[in-house]
């Protein structure tokens, strides 16, 4: 059963950096057809797609966060990791990190990790 | 504001039916991109719940239900029961974005 896991900092100070990492255990991460994304909801908030990278190294991320968002993979540690620049009060939310899954002609997102809160504070 | 569109909150008693409606736009529900559904129980992970409009993964009971029409979907949850409390969200791909859309979620409360 495949599952995930993020894991980081919970505080950061405003314009720091973002590092978080989600690690993969009883699967493979290198599997085709899936893609790994970061998937994050502020406080009283919907849920926001980040981005998300291929097994290739391929990635896509949303156009607003574009400038300062990161994605990468290890598939020797089974991990993906997301990099966040220059963060505010704004990127304050619960981070997720999940498994897309291209079927049926469709993306979605059929395994989540428990999340992790991020909290950027002066 | 979430591109997608939920009501905040739905309530029920026991056994019985409810919906969600989620509302999209010509850039994404509404160009014939599918809707999925996701359940976040408290203290959970979210779990998908449906999958390509109306199907449902394995191991989800035959309660829950999608359907898709023109800009909108719905979920319904029939014979509710205490244990769906929790937080439901859709989500469809929104070709203006060029990325991944969520609805903004609905609190379901079984009275």
């Known amino acids: 059963q495949v599952q995930l896991q993020e894991s980081g900092p919970g505080l950061m100070k405003p314009s720091q950096t973002l590092s978080l990492t989600c690690t993969v255990s009883?699967?493979?991460?290198?599997?085709?057809?899936?893609?790994w994304s970061w998937i994050r909801q502020p406080a009283g908030k919907g849920l926001e797609w980040i981005g998300r990278i291929y097994t290739t190294g391929s990635t896509s991320y949303i156009p607003s966060l574009k400038s300062r968002v990161t994605i990468s993979l290890d598939t020797s540690r089974s991990q993906f990791s997301l990099r966040l620049t220059s963060v505010t009060a704004a990127d304050t939310a619960f981070y997720y990190c999940?498994?897309?899954?291209?079927?049926?002609?469709?993306?979605?997102?059929?395994?989540w990790g428990q999340g992790t809160m991020v909290t950027v504070s002066s | 504001q979430s591109v997608l569109t939920q009501p905040p909150s739905v309530s029920g008693a026991p056994g019985q039916r409810v919906t969600i409606s989620c509302t999209g736009s010509s850039s994404n529900i509404g160009a014939g991109s599918d809707v999925h559904w996701y359940q976040r129980l408290p203290e959970t992970a979210p779990k998908l719940l449906i999958y390509v409009n109306n199907n449902r993964p394995s191991g989800v009971p035959g309660r829950f239900s999608g359907s898709k029409s023109g800009t909108s979907a719905s979920l319904a949850i029939s014979g509710l029961q205490a244990e769906d409390e929790g937080d439901y969200y859709c989500?469809?791909?929104?070709?203006?974005?060029?990325?991944?859309?969520f609805g903004g979620g609905t609190q379901l409360t079984v009275l």
């Open positions: 009883g699967g493979s991460i290198s599997s085709d057809n899936y893609y």
């Open positions: 999940a498994r897309g899954v291209y079927a049926s002609g469709s993306y979605y997102f059929d395994i």
């Open positions: 989500q469809s791909y929104d070709s203006s974005l060029s990325g991944w859309v």
